[in-house]
Antibody, heavy 120, light 108 residues
Framework: QVQLMESGGGVVQPGRSLRLSCAAS????????LYWVRQLPDKGLEWVAV????????YYADSVKGRFTISRDTSNNTLFLQMNSLRPEDTAVYYC?????????????WGQGTLVTVSS | EIVMTQSPATLSVSPGETATLSCRAS??????LAWYQHKPGQAPRLLIY???TRATDIPARFSGTGSGTDFTLSIGSLQPEDFAVYYC??????????FGQGTRLDIK
């Protein structure tokens, strides 16, 4: 059974850093793309970042490029999102998700999310 | 960026009836369209992909239609557990996915 569980959220001041983790189980991280998606307050969902099944390709939304870094540890089945230079507009619930297969496919599994609040 | 617009924002329907939710893309996404169900505090669940293919273990009362720019999710014989927020997502511009703002399905 595929499971994804995020952790690491919290309250952080603007300009500071935070690292989110996503513990994965029930599948091989080396076979699927892994994503971070966020839900901004009172707004819809926004794709944030993706790492390919082989770890070689990483893509970022323009809103986080240069500040956020996606990575993974296949030996511990964990996905990460390093968030630097945080801004109030980064306040959101952050979800990790797995794709149905690498390429133009939807997400077939999501975590329950972790809340990040950027505020002074 | 492909903008996805869902309507209505809120839909009130009685249990046992049919709910019809709409999603429109700002440009053609062919059939690269998915629907998700999201309940508070839970992980979103994939319902439909390829505009009309039900995901694993999704009941037949959920059906999706459309292609190009206009899509519909129909939920027949509404059950109490179906009341949630529903999102459409285009993956035509993978990996730069975009989502609709969501339709909240309420019990009437």
């Amino acid at each position: 059974q595929v499971q994804l569980m995020e952790s690491g959220g919290g309250v952080v001041q603007p300009g500071r850093s935070l690292r989110l983790s996503c513990a994965a189980s029930g599948f091989d991280l080396r076979s699927f793309g892994l994503y971070w998606v966020r839900q901004l307050p009172d707004k819809g969902l926004e794709w944030v970042a993706v790492i390919s099944y082989n770890g070689n390709d990483k893509y970022y939304a323009d809103s986080v490029k240069g500040r956020f870094t996606i990575s993974r540890d296949t030996s511990n089945n964990t996905l990460f999102l390093q968030m630097n230079s945080l801004r109030p507009e980064d306040t959101a619930v952050y979800y990790c998700a797995k794709d149905l297969r690498w390429g133009p496919y939807p997400f077939d599994s999501w975590g329950q999310g972790t809340l990040v609040t950027v505020s002074s | 960026e492909i903008v996805m617009t869902q309507s209505p924002a809120t839909l009130s329907v009685s249990p046992g009836e049919t709910a019809t939710l709409s999603c429109r893309a700002s440009q053609s996404v062919n059939s690269y369209l998915a629907w998700y169900q999201h309940k508070p505090g839970q992980a979103p669940r994939l319902l439909i992909y390829g505009a009309s293919t039900r995901a694993t273990d999704i009941p037949a009362r959920f059906s999706g239609t459309g292609s190009g720019t206009d899509f519909t999710l129909s939920i027949g014989s509404l059950q109490p557990e179906d009341f949630a927020v529903y999102y459409c997502q285009q993956y035509h511009s993978w990996p730069r996915y975009t989502f609709g703002q969501g339709t909240r399905l309420d019990i009437k």
